[in-house]
């Protein structure tokens, strides 16, 4: 497998560029965070990924974990670079300063977050979970419990896990059958089965810390009647530590497609007679707690797709580079690296433009998450928690197929050696599958997206969205030139945007699964517009430093070329998405099911 080398020159633009990094250092609490320090801060992760976690990721895929019915163990040099991990802090980065961590803002812990998973990501989904679980408490639990368990979370001495799937449920979170009872301690005990538990047993910590959806005896039925619970492997003892083991074990790991270093579990509760639990938050309020890590996963499933396709994108250039075969189309000479081709070039420009679409939304996404949480204007703050609410399942749901489709194309630019798995670039497309599934399917995003994001709202969020995108579109026109077709080819996309989200809207209130069956494509449709309008932004910015002459010439002009192709090639698709949208609902449902 090829080496990995951090980005850190195109997120730094980015940060300037697209983010406007300034708005961010100036929020309370970020005063002493400048872009100087955000590169610093980016060029240390990058190396700790390139030197540390990327050599442990084939080896990670070989390996895989091995079983037991003590434990679950990693693959070698996985434990010595998760304390490596925690030593340098990178398991913290964006946890308030407060509790222990770095507090640096999410726009700095987004681009390191992209930097590890795209070195080994089944060893980053550990610390992922972790994060999540430290919101989730910060956000629902009562003071003791935060305080008996956030300081070792937040340190990562001990590991956090997400329980909601069990065999019978899958997706559907309000067929769960895990019980919990209260005992006469004031704790309660739970009974029942977790499976596809990412992390749920492992040997990088001393303790891991489960958070699970149980029903209470007196609950109601479905999602209204979950409960959240805290539920640790080994009880703290009177000083905090680990103590006696706890009620819970995991009986088997998943045989999976790939990331094979990541153990995924499923886990026992109860079977020798209850696992002691903590309630958090209120009672029958489970998943409302609960969607708080959720919310914060599908972020971070989503940069899995971003990390993948880089990965992919730097091996599959460095074997075009490398690999000798067939003559230059422009003529003469002999055998040519196959980058002189013109269809490789065009898949390695269909993998970058789209990663770079993809980043720039990812960044976008995470100061709107900083700025929903620190900006002194109220109004400001729901202003971006409205567009949180709306961009995250698109941004879960398109990063990830992409991430599918530029992994595969990874693999198709190494020819017959791609399928070899020697060569590495099978691991990232074997990786990136299951993004597509967990923290919710692409199907159940896209739901999420017409059924609670907009229709709930009658659109007017993306509204607001379509209002900023036309905004860019009157600074692309008054450039002029490439950048002025540019405008043309966007204005057309955020048309066919704007009309299909209103005829999805109009007919989601008036027969829902004729709206459902193209929400896909409509998630689609508006992923590639959202990425559309920060290619735009980065093209616009640097022609106007090009025209200044700032920066580098050759840099800039790339981020031009980049947008031109990403409109050619990919933004192309808005219009016939936005037909499948407006035509396509009824025709999917016309079949029986034994037509089938």
């Known amino acids: 497998m090829s080496e990995y080398v951090a980005p850190v020159a195109d997120i730094v633009f980015a940060l300037d560029a697209l983010v406007g990094f300034d708005e961010v250092a100036s929020l309370p609490g970020y005063n002493d965070v400048g872009l100087d320090l955000a590169q610093a801060v980016l060029e240390e992760a990058g190396r700790f990924a390139a030197g540390v976690l990327a050599p442990l990721n084939a080896r990670g895929d070989r390996e895989g974990v091995v079983w037991t019915d003590d434990e679950v163990r990693t693959p070698k040099g996985f434990r010595e670079a998760y304390a490596q991990y925690v030593a340098a802090g990178w398991n913290n980065v964006a946890v308030d300063a407060g509790m222990g961590g770095q507090g640096l803002p999410h726009v700095i812990a987004t681009a390191v977050s992209e930097f590890f998973m795209a070195a080994n990501k089944a060893f980053s989904m550990c610390p992922g979970l972790t994060l999540g679980a430290i919101e989730a408490l910060q956000a629902a639990a009562p003071g003791g419990l935060r305080d008996r368990y956030l300081p070792h979370l937040v340190s990562g001495r001990w590991a956090g896990t997400m329980n909601l799937t069990e065999p019978q449920a899958g997706s559907d979170v309000g067929a769960i059958r895990c019980r919990a009872v209260l005992a006469p301690d004031g704790s309660y005990r739970l009974q029942g089965q977790k499976t596809f538990i990412s992390f749920g047993e492992h040997d990088l910590t001393e303790n891991i810390v489960h958070l699970v959806l149980a029903r209470l005896p007196d609950a109601p039925p479905g999602v209204k009647g979950l409960s959240l619970f805290l539920v640790p492997k080994f009880l703290p003892d009177a000083n905090g530590n680990p103590g006696v083991r706890n009620d819970v074990r995991c009986v088997s790991v998943e045989h999976k497609m790939g990331i094979h270093g990541s153990p995924t579990c499923v886990m026992a509760y109860g ?207 008054e450039t002029g030139g490439a950048l002025g077709v540019l405008h043309a080819r966007f204005l057309e996309s955020v048309d066919a945007l704007e009309h299909a989200g209103q005829h999805l809207l109009l007919t989601f209130h008036q027969e829902s699964a004729q709206a459902l069956a193209v929400s896909v494509p409509f998630l689609q449709l508006f992923g590639k517009v959202a990425g559309a309008w920060q290619l735009m932004r980065a093209a616009l910015e640097a022609q106007r430093r090009i025209a200044r002459g700032e920066g580098d010439p050759g840099f800039l002009a790339a981020r031009i070329t980049v947008a031109q192709f990403y409109a050619e090639h990919v933004l192309v698709q808005a219009w016939s998405l936005a037909e499948t949208v407006i035509h396509g609902g009824q025709s999917a449902l016309v079949l029986e099911d034994e037509q089938f």
């Open 271 to 477: 079977d020798q007679g209850g696992a002691m639990g903590d309630l958090v938050g209120e009672p029958n309020q489970g998943l409302k707690a609960m969607f708080v890590m959720m919310n914060a996963a599908r972020l971070n499933v989503g940069m899995e797709g971003v990390a993948l396709a880089e990965r992919a994108y730097q091996q599959a250039l460095r074997y075009a580079r490398e690999r000798t075969q067939g003559r230059d189309p422009a003529g003469g000479g002999g055998p040519v690296a196959i980058i002189r081709h013109p269809d490789v070039r065009r898949m390695l420009m269909l993998m970058k433009s789209q990663i770079e679409a993809m980043r720039g939304l990812a960044l976008i996404i995470a100061k709107a998450q900083d700025l929903a949480h620190r900006h002194p204007d109220p109004a400001r703050r729901d202003a971006e928690k409205a567009f949180l609410d709306l961009i995250t399942p698109v941004f879960k749901g398109w990063a990830t197929e992409t991430g599918v489709e530029v992994t595969s194309l990874g693999i198709q630019i190494h020819g017959g050696m791609g399928y070899i798995e020697e060569t590495g670039a099978a691991q990232h497309l074997r990786d990136a599958r299951i993004s597509t599934i967990y923290e919710g399917t692409t199907g159940i995003q896209a739901a999420d997206l017409i059924g609670r994001k907009m229709a709930h709202c009658d659109g007017v969020a993306f509204e607001a969205v379509i209002m900023r995108m036309r905004a860019l579109s009157d600074g692309l026109a």
